[in-house]
């Protein structure tokens, strides 16, 4: 345990209900058990009726639904002829806000579901009779604008437009639906109507700018939570180094989080506490309830099966049932991924377990906050996995425990979010000149010209109309899953086990791949990319394989520049080609049984980077302010520090290590120095590289931290090993990395105390 931390107990701020609140509405909520509501859920529904736009950015189970179902529910028994619109990022979360609301059992209020689920036959009923319909922004992309006129009725009378858990919109997903919201206001516009936006969110930084980046529109946030919540302890966890077992390159590794947090889950359930721990994958959540079941087989075989896991994919049936267990306490410990994080009504336990950082501290403290009733204490674990971010996370508590919630990274500008949305747009109304400004501005024409020569759209006086055959909607992937999927078929069967994307197509899927699913193993005979077709048959062989790829990057166009003595920043445009040229089939000791070549395409994809160069001066001078590094150690050096710094990038920007990928070289031909490259995993970038730009300096500063840190002897996993390097992790070298990041810091360092001197 590397450190402990106690939060205070918080009392509940209640208020009296807003007089406008219609009576039945009052009586239906009390006999739900609110007597009176928290002083944040009021100021919330005060300022939407208000008619202003308003974000509510509180704790997990601090009763955010009601903040938005007091205005709106009051305006629709209020109003016969209003309508409102509710979006969540997912369809579960959806059906038990819906289901929440149906339950009050309001005359006239007629709220209905209209997603991917919902059946045709009931779909002409929900558009001309719902008046508060519940969706995703998924269908509301494919299904509902595209077919404005046949909702223009509910179109018409729109008075609100939630949005809840809105931090999850974010990177490209988040671009997307921010276009798609101003998509929403202009077809309202056309039938006349401007609809209030309320927003829910967890505590995030800054949510009032993130909710406006989001919505277009300005909204003031509400943050103060009235909602009580216990006092909580706080562990910091690390998993100890194993004695017999070696890595990569015989680098130290550590035993796994999942299989730290199934003991620490055991002896939770032995104590009787209800626990509840959050794993990154099904897999790990199915492995730690088996672990933790094991592990109580020994002890007391009475509790075994009080031990569960639950995760996506299960059936709602299946869900309602497991969070019923765990709420009433016939279940002690449950193993889940975050679909136990949105939405779900589980408060009040007295343990969560997070085992691996879960991307934002957004996440951690909406999975933390499960833990904890009124005027009782609970208990919260972070176990760290083996890799930089959790290892530096747990080595400096403030990082989790002082900093503000990170603000959500959109950026609507994006030009491969853009263009698409844009097209879509002009598909359903004529984009007029006007309108621009809302629309991206000169990015806004930058697309529009790009469409115009096309022949997709038509620039006439009035504005730009769309002309091609066919409406865009359909090819847009908002998820920014990037295009078309690869499917994953069983040859035999013809039964399609999932799906990858094409940007990691040929590291996954290549022909010879070892291909997990569902707890099953396969192995790939063939991958078509034409088609994207790969074909796999079932086998469980004894060794798994690891792409290995040649990566180059070039500069298309530099952005922002700033030059310092012997080092330079730069964030840019970049072509980044990948090719995956062989894999290595390894056992599970980590013993190599061979390398077979593969003969597949390179790939490219257009991205934003940032990236750093230092002079040879810098990096081999032995003088004060050099690094003192012989040529031959340059190389790994750049690539250690290259491999932290995508480690921790996640710290900074919204962002998962998947995300980001990174090229270091000792030359590189663009820029005529040693140059390491983080770049954006997505077509266009996804504000990833921009944010690692704005704090390079803290995020240098964290990476050289990590690293200095680490008590490995020459780097390992929790330091500047990567598990996605297509190189096998060489040539790495620790110290060169701190030596590398230390000239830089200095260089940058010197001019801004010069600056500010
Ligand atoms: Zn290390
Ligand atoms: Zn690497």
């Known amino acids: 345990m590397t450190h402990v931390a106690h939060i205070p107990e918080r009392r509940a701020r209640t208020v009296e209900w807003p007089k406008w609140t219609p009576t039945e509405l009052r009586d239906a909520l009390r006999a739900r058990g609110v007597e009176r509501p928290w002083t944040h859920q009021v100021a919330a529904a005060e300022a939407a009726h208000g008619g202003r736009h308003v974000v509510v950015a509180t704790g997990t189970a601090s009763?955010?639904?009601?903040?938005y179902q007091l205005p709106v529910l009051s305006r629709l028994l209020t109003d016969p002829r209003a309508t409102a619109l509710y979006l969540a990022p997912t369809k579960a979360l959806g059906a038990d806000q819906l289901r929440s609301v149906s339950d009050l059992d309001l005359a006239g209020v007629r709220a209905a579901a209209y997603d991917g689920d919902t059946p045709m036959a009931d779909r002409d009923w929900v558009r001309a009779h719902a008046r508060w319909v519940f969706t995703n922004p998924d269908m509301l992309h494919r299904g509902v604008l595209p077919a404005h006129g046949r909702w223009a009725t509910f179109f018409r009378r729109l008075a609100y437009v939630v949005i809840d858990e809105c931090h999850a919109y974010r990177g490209v997903f988040g671009s997307h639906v921010a276009l798609l919201l101003r998509r929403l206001r202009r077809v309202a516009r056309r039938y006349g109507a401007d609809p209030v936006f309320v927003l829910a969110s967890a505590t995030v930084a800054e949510p009032a700018r993130s909710a406006s980046?989001?919505?277009?529109?300005?909204?003031?946030?509400?943050?103060?939570?009235?909602?009580?919540?216990?006092?909580?302890t706080i562990a910091l966890w690390e998993p100890p180094l194993l004695e017999d077992l070696a890595g990569e390159n015989g680098a130290p590794v550590r035993r796994s989080a999942g299989a730290e947090a199934a003991r620490i889950l055991t002896d939770l359930v032995v104590e009787g506490a209800r626990t509840l721990t959050f794993i990154r994958s099904r897999r790990g959540a199915e492995l730690t309830a088996l672990g933790a079941r094991r592990h109580l087989s020994e002890v007391d075989s009475d509790l075994v099966e009080r031990v569960a896991a639950y995760r996506g994919g299960y059936l709602p049936e299946e869900r309602r049932a497991l969070e019923r267990a765990l709420s009433d306490g016939r279940l002690l410990g449950v193993a889940t991924t975050n679909a136990l994080e949105l939405g779900v009504d589980i408060a009040g336990l007295d343990a969560v377990v997070v085992a691996g950082y879960p991307g934002t501290l957004a996440s951690f403290w909406q999975q933390a906050g499960r833990a904890g009733r009124a005027g009782d204490g609970a208990l919260v674990v972070f176990v760290a996995r083996d890799d930089p971010l959790d290892t530096y996370l747990v080595h400096h508590p403030s990082a989790i425990l002082d900093r503000p919630v990170e603000a959500t990274v959109l950026d609507p500008g994006n030009p491969y979010v853009l263009t698409p949305q844009l097209a879509c747009a002009a598909a359903e109304l004529p984009i007029t000149s006007e309108e621009l400004p809302t629309l991206g501005g000169a990015a806004a024409v930058e697309a529009l010209d790009a469409l115009t020569s096309d022949g997709v759209v038509r620039r006439r006086p009035a504005g730009w109309y769309w002309v091609a055959h066919d409406r865009p909607?359909?090819?847009?992937?908002?998820?920014?899953?990037?295009?078309?999927?690869?499917?994953?078929?069983?040859?035999?069967t013809g039964r399609l086990l999932g799906t990858v994307d094409p940007a990691s197509a040929c590291a996954s899927v290549h022909p010879g791949a070892l291909y997990l699913h569902q707890g099953s193993s396969y192995v790939v005979d063939d991958l078509d990319l034409d088609n994207g077709l790969a074909l796999v048959h079932a086998e469980d062989p004894e060794w798994t394989t690891v792409p290995r790829d040649l990566i180059d990057i070039t500069v298309v166009r530099t952005l922002r520049e700033e030059r310092h003595a012997g080092v330079s920043v730069c964030l840019g445009e970049v072509d980044v080609t990948t090719q995956v040229t062989s894999y290595l089939r390894r056992l599970p000791s980590g013993r190599v049984l061979d390398q077979v070549p593969l003969d597949l395409p390179p790939q490219t994809l257009r991205t934003r980077a940032v990236w750093y160069t230092v002079s040879a001066d810098l990096l081999h001078g032995s003088a004060p302010g050099g690094a003192g590094l012989v040529p031959a150690r340059v190389p790994g050096a750049l690539h250690a520090a290259e491999h932290a710094a995508i480690g921790l990038l996640p710290l900074f920007a919204t962002c998962d290590r998947w995300d980001i990928g990174g090229v270091s070289t000792a030359l590189h031909a663009d820029t005529g120095e040693a140059t390491v490259f983080v770049h954006d995993g997505h077509p266009g970038g996804a504000g990833f590289a921009d944010r690692g730009f704005a704090a390079l300096v803290p995020w240098l500063s964290a990476t050289r931290e990590a690293i200095s840190s680490c008590e490995c002897p020459a780097g390992?996993?929790?330091?500047?090993?990567?598990?996605?390097?297509?190189?096998?992790?060489?040539?790495?070298?620790?110290?060169?990395?701190?030596a590398v990041l230390d000239v830089v810091l200095r260089a940058i360092r010197a001019d801004a105390t010069a600056t500010s001197a």
């Open 213 to 232: 980046v989001l919505s277009g529109v300005d909204c003031v946030a509400v943050t103060e939570d009235g909602s009580p919540r216990g006092a909580r």
């Open 473 to 492: 909607h359909s090819d847009v992937d908002i998820r920014g899953s990037g295009g078309e999927q690869v499917a994953v078929v069983e040859a035999d």
């Open 716 to 738: 390992c996993p929790s330091c500047v090993q990567s598990p996605k390097c297509g190189n096998g992790n060489e040539p790495l070298d620790k110290a060169g990395a701190v």
């Open 63 to 67: 009763g955010k639904s009601l903040a």
